[in-house]
């Protein structure tokens, strides 16, 4: 690991995704993650690697399609409305089985809506967006550490799976600043080896290496027949990825709790504050961060409900998405509340504080 | 210790770079950090603020609801971030550009002609570097010596005037914060 | 026994899935005859669109990636980016080229993306079922407009061609037709000049073939191909619009 520096979230995950051997970007720029795009047009051409300004976020989306169809290792990021626009895309991709990744730097909605940072793509980001049955694999990070480290873990798991892997940040996180460090960038010829673990499957020449091939990136399946196939096959993976991907953080969870928070992205700091605040009183409460938000990690939350648990509370920047999720994890066993802020707005460990206090 | 503090004023006067050498500073000297700007259309000419925290812990919330360090370079900035401010905080206001006194229980209050300082300094340009003074001089925020080598690092080769007029106006917050 | 005609090696031995009469097989033909011309077939990736050609995938014996509606210059480039050691080539129809990629292609062409568009202008959309493209004629019937196309309302056909040809990057713009035996060998010319460009990394290059659809027009065969001259020609000029090369004085 590298020495620490002081980076914007949106610059730290670019960086990070140079480093894990992205050499193909494709993006349009949308506020709040112009750095993003800015830092990719910069850093890009000193390793020899591709950026390109799209002319839509369509655009970029297909041309990331085309790039991960030829087994490299391609990036796109976004903002909510921009975001929007790439499900098309995402859900050809999620067909054809490419790996590929996706930031999303959310804010707010829906239309226009504003720039400032919302969590209002939940909903978009694990439970479709796109047309037809497939997954995206969600990674919500937390800090501008995680963002960045999650740029290879993304990479990784996309190439895994051979299924595209979100990232959903926010604008608070893509804009603020904190210390990072960073890995051993990957060598090129890392980057090459990545590549031809995909040469049953991809895009590349036959000159040169084993024999002949004919390889089709396609998401098209006339027959009815064929088509249920592929979709029951791509279920099969979802399923492995349920059982071997599900990421989570438990922040104080004991025995002695007498309320469970659940919050994921920058709002889990927040809430992270507040029950803080509240331990100092005497008062004990955990909270569980989903790290995947999809995977969801329903069992982990429904295992933290320790013996006085009286109440889960939900806290997101929207009206109340991710707590559909936790009401199944919990089952009915305890209340299940919810606290939102929509707008743009960040709510403040004062205002999560209270909301707790109203329960205990 | 956990230092939350917020500076506001208007776009251009510097404030978020106030926040950004401070944290930078203060991940140097081997604490945690976060800086969260206010960004958006308001970042030319309305009013800017910055969310820095220093801490020896690990940092929960970046978003500072009762800061302990208060800098106002402006009104209207001193109305919305002054009241919350915690008992045992400080708050530094630019008299020059805040015509009404605030009174908040148990916390201090700095008032100093700032813009007019600077100028007195050489610019108002320095104007960030004398409330940077200002805080680490009455807060002991970060070391001055970390700071110096920092903008050193960061100026010396640029600008060596400019580096020892921002390293002057340091040590003149410092001086002020005292009194 | 002398060989006077045999499928390309470059076409796959599977059953095209064009209806009786369709020129789509004539221009797969022309293209992969001259990938094997230029022996490039090991080497070349190319794109089949949303349309009649949706199959292309399964016709050309290259590796091949099909796109979504309209955005094959798109993938193209992202290909093209990611494997600038292979030949890119993408086929399209009108309603897929012309109205729903309208923003692709312009962009692509005007990047110079080294990438070949093979453009196939029938003037209605086929596997759709015989709806208006945007190059469907003035006054003619399709199913979407059964009192036939008023340009006052929906607008005139679009000249893609032509419109391409404003733009500075492009390399080699030509507008052929697949309605005559003349024409089609001169068609072949064309596709040779374009790919023979793109090998040699010159930039993009485009293709377009006047064609017919005699399902959908309700024409039989010979006789589409007589309507679209009389009809299509005089809208559709003939002709290469850019050739930089010969701009160049040759080379």
């Known amino acids: 690991m590298s020495q620490k520096i002081l980076m914007k979230g949106n610059e730290a995950v670019a960086e990070a995704a140079i480093r894990a051997g992205c050499r193909l970007y494709f993006a349009y720029p949308i506020t709040p993650q112009s750095e993003l795009i800015e830092y990719m047009a910069k850093m890009m051409p000193k390793v020899n690697g591709t950026f390109l300004q799209a002319e839509s976020e369509v655009s970029a989306i297909n041309m990331v399609y085309g790039a991960a169809g030829c087994g490299k290792r391609v990036m796109t990021s976004s903002s909510s409305p921009g975001i929007s626009l790439k499900m098309e895309g995402i859900s050809y991709l999620a067909g054809a089985e490419l790996p590929s990744v996706i930031i999303n730097v959310q804010r707010g909605g829906p239309g226009l809506g504003d720039i400032q940072p919302a969590q209002g793509d939940y909903f978009q980001a694990t439970k479709g967006g796109g047309h037809g049955d497939y997954r995206l694999i969600v990674l919500a990070p937390n800090s501008v550490q995680e963002f960045a480290d999650m740029a290879s873990e993304a990479f990784d798991l996309a190439d895994k799976y051979r299924n595209p892997v979100m990232i959903l940040s926010d604008g608070l996180l893509g804009q603020m600043m904190e210390p990072v460090s960073f890995k051993e ?83 889990s700091r927040v809430v992270k504050s507040a029950i803080n605040e509240l331990e100092k009183e005497g008062h004990s409460i955990g909270l569980v961060r989903p790290i995947t938000v999809w995977p969801y990690p329903y069992e982990a ?39 939102g802020k929509v707008g743009g707005i960040v709510f403040t460990p004062a205002e999560v504080k209270e909301k707790i206090e109203e329960s205990l | 210790m956990t230092y939350e503090m917020i500076c506001s004023g208007f776009g251009g006067q510097g404030v978020l770079t106030i926040g950004r050498f401070l944290a930078q500073s203060g991940m140097k000297e081997g604490k945690n950090v976060s800086w969260l700007p206010s960004y958006g259309p308001e970042m030319r000419g309305g009013t800017a603020n910055v969310s820095v925290v220093i801490s020896d812990e690990e940092i929960a ?67 960030n570097m004398l409330a940077i003074g200002m805080i680490i001089g009455k807060t002991g925020m970060v070391k001055y010596e970390t700071l110096e080598e920092d903008l050193t690092s960061y100026m010396a080769g640029r600008n060596p005037d400019l580096l020892k007029m921002n390293l002057a106006a340091i040590k003149k917050g410092m001086e002020v914060a005292n009194q | 026994m002398e060989i006077v005609a045999q499928r390309p090696k470059s076409l796959r031995d599977v059953q095209f899935t064009y209806c009786p009469g369709c020129l789509h097989g004539v221009a797969h033909r022309l293209i992969a005859e001259t990938m094997d011309e230029y022996g490039i077939r090991d080497n070349t990736m190319g794109i089949a669109p949303v349309g009649c050609s949706v199959f292309a995938y399964k016709f050309f014996d290259c590796d091949m990636a099909q796109a979504a509606h309209g955005r094959a210059p798109a993938v193209a480039t992202g290909m093209k980016r990611a494997r600038p050691d292979m030949v890119v080539f993408a086929y399209q129809g009108d309603g897929d080229l012309a109205a729903i990629g309208t923003a692709e292609i312009v962009h692509a062409a005007n990047r110079g993306e080294n990438i070949t568009v093979f453009f196939v202008n029938n003037a209605i959309y086929g596997m759709t079922g015989g709806q208006m493209a945007p190059t469907t004629l003035p006054n003619m019937k399709t199913t979407t407009s059964p009192y036939g196309r008023d340009v006052n309302d929906i607008g005139y056909p679009i000249r893609v061609s032509e419109l391409l040809n404003t733009l500075e990057a492009p390399y080699y713009i030509e507008r052929v037709s697949l309605l005559s035996v003349p024409d089609t060998i001169k068609a072949k010319q064309a ?61």
Not at chain 1, 196 to 222: A, D, F, V
Not at chain 1, 324 to 330: K, P, S
Request: proline share 6%; charged share 25%.
């Open chain 1, 185 to 267: 960038s990957k060598t090129d010829e890392e980057i090459e080896e990545l590549g031809k673990q995909h040469y049953e499957w991809c895009m590349h020449p036959n000159t040169g290496y084993t024999e002949r091939h004919h390889n089709e990136i396609n998401s098209l399946e006339i027959d009815p027949n064929v088509l249920e196939q592929h979709v029951l096959e791509l279920e099969k993976k979802y399923k492995l990825i349920e059982q071997n991907e599900i990421k989570y953080e438990e922040y104080k969870v004991s025995d002695d709790n007498e309320i469970l928070c659940v919050a994921f992205g920058i709002s």
């Open chain 1, 301 to 339: 939350i429904a295992k933290a409900i320790g013996p006085k648990v009286k109440k889960v509370i939900v806290f997101e920047l929207n009206l109340g998405q991710m707590v559909e999720d936790v009401r199944l994890a919990v089952n009915g066993k305890v209340p299940v509340d919810f606290m």
């Open chain 2, 61 to 127: 919330s970046p978003v500072v609801s009762n800061p302990n360090v208060v800098v106002a370079l402006n009104q209207p900035s001193l109305d919305k971030f002054g009241p919350p401010t915690r008992k045992g905080g400080v708050i530094f206001v630019n008299t020059d550009m805040c015509p009404k006194k605030i009174v908040v229980e148990g916390v201090d209050i700095v008032y100093a002609p700032m813009s007019q300082m600077a100028n007195d300094i050489g610019s108002p340009m320095v104007l």
């Open chain 3, 191 to 251: 596709v040779k000049k374009a790919l023979k460009y793109n090998i040699e990394g010159k930039g993009f290059t485009f293709v377009e073939f006047i064609s017919t659809c005699p399902t959908n027009w309700g024409i039989d065969p010979n006789k589409s191909k007589d309507w679209a001259k009389e009809n299509m020609l005089p809208y559709f000029k003939l002709g290469c619009f850019r050739d930089k090369e010969k701009d160049n004085g040759g080379k």
